[in-house]
C-alpha cells in the first residue's frame, strides 16, 4: 500500500485539479473534504460567507475526508488560498488529527496571492511533524510545474 495520502478541500475545482494531478503523479490515495454545509455557488455571497467563518476562527463539521490517517506517512494537505489563509474546511481537518512524525507537504491555489499564511497555518496546526517545502499554483496547474516540484523536494523519499 501507498502511504501517501493527497487531502484537499475546492470549491471552484482548481485545487481539485492540483490534488488530482498530485494524486497520479504519487500514487498517493485522494481525499476530499466536503463540509456539512456547502458555500454558495456564487463568489460574492461565498466570499462573504468565508471571511465571516475566518474572522470567528470557525471549524466546520466535516462529512467527508476526515477519515483516520494512521496508515499514511506523508500527507499532502491542499487549499484555495481564502483570504491570505486555509479554507475553513481543511483547518477543521487539520484540527482533527495527530500529524506527530508524519511528513506534511502544503499545496494551494490562489489568484495572485501564493501562499500567504497557509504554510505557516499548517505549521502551527502541525507542530510535531516534519513539513516540506509546497507549491502555490496560480491558474492552471500542468504536469511538467507538480513534476519539478515533486522532483525539488525529492518524493519519493
Known amino acids: 500500500m ?6 484537499y478541500y475546492s ?13 497520479i503523479q504519487t500514487g498517493g490515495t485522494i481525499r476530499e473534504l466536503i463540509p456539512d454545509k456547502n458555500y454558495s455557488f456564487d ?29 499514511y506517512q506523508t500527507i499532502f494537505i491542499g487549499s484555495p488560498n481564502w483570504f491570505k489563509t486555509l479554507a475553513p474546511p481543511v483547518m477543521s481537518f487539520l484540527r482533527q488529527h495527530d500529524f506527530t512524525g508524519k511528513t506534511i507537504i502544503p499545496f494551494c491555489t490562489h489568484g495572485g496571492g501564493g501562499f500567504c ?3 505557516s497555518n499548517i505549521a502551527i496546526e502541525c507542530s510535531k511533524s516534519i513539513m516540506l517545502l509546497g507549491i502555490a499554483v496560480n491558474g ?6 507538480v513534476a519539478k516540484w515533486l522532483e525539488k ?5
Open 2 to 7: 501507498n502511504n501517501t495520502l493527497i487531502v
Open 140 to 145: 492552471t496547474v500542468s504536469s511538467e510545474e
Open 11 to 23: 470549491l471552484f475545482q482548481n485545487t481539485a485539479n492540483l490534488a488530482l494531478e498530485i494524486a
Open 153 to 157: 523536494i525529492g518524493y519519493p523519499f
Open 43 to 71: 463568489y460574492n455571497t461565498a466570499a462573504k460567507e468565508v471571511r465571516n467563518q475566518i474572522s470567528r476562527g470557525f471549524c466546520p463539521k466535516l462529512i467527508s475526508g476526515s477519515e483516520p490517517i494512521d496508515d
Open 117 to 119: 499564511q497557509i504554510e
